[in-house]
Each structure stands twice: as C-alpha cells, then as structure tokens.
C-alpha cells in the first residue's frame, strides 16, 4: 500500500577537530585543558586516566591542574584489552554522572593507550547522547592511530569492538614525551600501524623504519628521524580517514592488517598486542598478494626482515590454520557489509583491493608463512 504521505528529513553534521602535537602539554600555562573557561567561577575538569600512565606520570598531570586552578577529579582505571568492558564503561559513566558535568563546556579528558581512549570516547559519546571528549595518547599505537579517528568501542559478546559508536573528539593533544616510558614490545606494537601506512602508501617512510627501526626503538622515539616517522605516520593515516571518517565505504585501505587478525587477536588474549596481531594479518597478506604474482619476492624479504627488526612476531600458529583464517575472515566479511574488500598490498607504497580470496589460496598462504618462518630458523 502506498503511503498516505511521507516527511523526508535530511540534516549534516560537519565535523573539525584538531589534532596538537604539543610536547610539554602539563607544563603550568599550557592552555590545552583549561578551554573552555566558564563565565564564572572555576574551570571543572574531569580526568580518566591508565591507572599505570597515572603511576608514572601522574604527580606532573595533577600539579597541571592544581597549579592552573582547575577544580578537578582523577580516575584512574585498569585499561587493559580484557578490561574494554562493559563495566569499565560504567565506572566511567558513574564517574561523569556524580562530577555532574557540564553537557558542553566541561570535556571529559581521556589520557592512556587505545585501550582508555575507546572506552573513554564510547562512554562520552553515549552520555547524555554524547559530550565533548579530549584525547591525550600516550601509547605510540595511540599516538599514530588511535587519537586521529573517530571510532570509540568496548569489546563484547567475545568479539573485538563489538559495541561501539562513531564521535569526534574536540580535541587531541599528542605530547611524544609520554612515550618515555613504554618498553621494547610497546613500541613494536606501535610500529606495526606505521609499518602498515609505509606499505600502503609511503615507500620513504618505509624506508625510514627499514633504516632506523631498532634505532628508533633504542632512542624510545625521542631523537633522529622520530619526528620525521610520527609526522608522516600521522598525515598518511589522516589523509585516509578524512574522506571516509564515518566509514560509509567499507573499502578502506587502513583495514589492510585488520581482516583476519580481530578474531584471533581476541581468542588468544593476551598472548598478542593488538599491533603484533596485525602485523602477523599484514605478513600473511603479503603472502597471499605474492601468490597472485602481485608482491615481488624482493619486497616480500624486505617487509619480512623490516618487521622482524621491528620486533614483530614471523608466525603464531593461529595465522598457520587455514580453518580460524577462514572462520576469522567470515566476521570481517559481514562486518564489511558482505564484501571482502580486503586491502592487498602490489609494492612497497602501493595498494590494491581483493574481492575473490578462496579457502585454498589462504591456505596456501598460511602454508608459506609457516614455511617461510621455518627457512628463517
Ligand atoms: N579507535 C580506533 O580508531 C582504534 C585504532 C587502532 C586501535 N584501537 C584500539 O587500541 C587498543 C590498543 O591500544 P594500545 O596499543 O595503545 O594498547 P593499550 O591501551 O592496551 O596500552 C598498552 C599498555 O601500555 C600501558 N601504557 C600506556 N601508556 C603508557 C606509558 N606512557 N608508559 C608506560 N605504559 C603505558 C597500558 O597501561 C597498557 O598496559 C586496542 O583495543 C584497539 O582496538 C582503536
């Protein structure tokens, strides 16, 4: 039966946000978190933050706030893969419902890795249907990834980012000094999203962690090239997401590293990091690009030997099973909506899409992986 009438609705939503990188961010005087300033009386801030961030840097962030006359809360939390929980998103939900925050003029400030910027921004987005949101990354996962999207999640029903929503920040605050104090494997975590942009996009920045990857990691990222990395890693990831930030097309490039991996990296928590995972799906891939005469040998050698220095696993036995690759794939594959679209790369800085992968081929795939990784020793 045709409609009696119908009212078609059609509204925007323009989105800016700007993404500082601003080392020295809680030096006393830094404006960063004291705008918007209220029309009267103190400025109200509250704070979530990486209960093992706040051990570390905590007395500088809380002389920020009591030095500028900044009436304002902490919260500390464990922000572990396991912890992306529901009831983590309560607690913090709870923290912003007895701060009484403001609906505008009070952002909620996130400080830590991936894990508390997704369940910070989730929370924010959902409380009273969504309130300002200031990103401060202190992982470098985060710093080149996480912070410059707009995708919030918990993880749920066993399933990586099952509940989530999209919500821009208004405003992110990359301070590279945070990074002081990761170890060895947070850094390799980091690297394998800028290895991803490299060989996606940007053979020069490939080059630069083929160079001076163990260097960068040794300097923990604060001398040589380090700047040259984080700003390329930065823009190449930007200028992908940017026309697509609400992710109307599921042909996204930066998926490439994140097609098999979700589902394994959630079965064997926490034996990999989010980046050793995805950098297992970018070698894999890379396998499966060759079998189809696309990635030369020799680039092929050069990715493998620039991950190992990277500190990036070869092989794990889940990535070798054609079975959960296959079961793995089946997620991804409804979550891009029905279609592979499974970013591929053709040479170092160039990228293709591939809509027709069989079982067979990623089980030859995975058969050279492992074969490979044996021949290395
Ligand atoms: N929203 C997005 O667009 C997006 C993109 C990529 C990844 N992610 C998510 O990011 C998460 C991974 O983030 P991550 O790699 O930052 O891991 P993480 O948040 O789990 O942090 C890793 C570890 O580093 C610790 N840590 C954080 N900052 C530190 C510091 N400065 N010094 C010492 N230790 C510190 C944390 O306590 C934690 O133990 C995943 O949940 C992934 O789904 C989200």
Redesign the pocket.
């Known amino acids: 039966m045709a409609d009696r009438k119908r009212w078609t609705l059609t509204a925007q939503l323009p989105v800016t946000f700007t993404l500082h990188a601003s080392d020295r961010l809680f030096e006393v005087g830094h404006p960063a978190f004291l705008e918007p300033a209220p029309a009267s009386g103190p400025v109200r801030r509250l704070v979530v933050i990486?209960e093992?961030?706040y051990a570390?840097?905590g007395e500088v962030i809380e002389q920020y706030f009591l030095r500028s006359g900044v009436e304002y809360k902490i919260l500390p939390i464990v922000?572990?893969?396991t912890q992306?929980d529901l009831d983590t998103l309560m607690t913090i939900l709870g923290a912003m419902e007895t701060f009484h925050l403001l609906r505008q003029s009070e952002p909620i400030i996130g400080i830590?890795?991936?894990?508390?910027?997704?369940v910070v921004g989730f929370a924010a987005s959902i409380f009273r249907r969504g309130v300002p949101y200031i990103k401060v990354p202190?992982?470098l996962?985060?710093l080149v990834?996480?912070s410059l999207?707009v995708?919030?999640?918990i993880n749920h029903f066993g399933n990586?980012?099952r509940l989530g929503t999209y919500h821009a920040p208004a405003a992110v605050f990359l301070d590279r000094s945070?990074?002081g104090?990761?170890d060895r494997r947070?850094f390799s975590?980091?690297l394998a999203?800028i290895l991803k942009m490299g060989l996606l996009k940007d053979a020069r920045l490939f080059e630069l962690l083929e160079v001076h990857g163990p260097t960068l990691i040794d300097q923990k990222f604060q001398e040589g090239v380090a700047l040259e990395v984080i700003d390329r890693a930065i823009q190449t990831m930007l200028e992908e997401l940017e026309p697509n930030l609400w992710e109307k097309s599921l042909r996204r490039t930066v998926d490439f590293g994140h097609s098999f991996s979700p589902t394994i990296e959630m079965r064997v928590l926490p034996e990999l990091?989010?980046?050793e995972a995805v950098a297992l799906d970018m070698l894999l891939s890379c396998e499966l690009s060759h079998g189809r005469g696309l990635l030369p040998e020799a680039d092929l050698t050069r990715i493998r030997r620039t991950a190992a220095q990277l500190g990036l696993p070869p092989y794990h036995e889940m990535f070798g099973d054609p079975g959960v690759l296959w079961e793995s794939l089946a997620d991804t594959v409804m979550h891009r909506n029905g279609a592979q679209n499974l970013p591929m790369i053709s040479r170092i800085g160039a990228c293709t899409f591939f809509n027709d992968v069989t079982f067979e081929e990623v089980g030859q795939a995975a058969a050279r992986l492992k074969a490979r990784q044996h021949a290395e020793g």
């Open positions: 990486d093992k961030v570390l840097h922000a572990t893969e992306k830590g890795g991936g894990v508390l910027l997704d202190t992982t996962l985060a990834d996480v999207g995708k919030t999640a990586r980012n945070f990074l104090t990761l947070a975590n980091g999203e990091t989010h980046g």
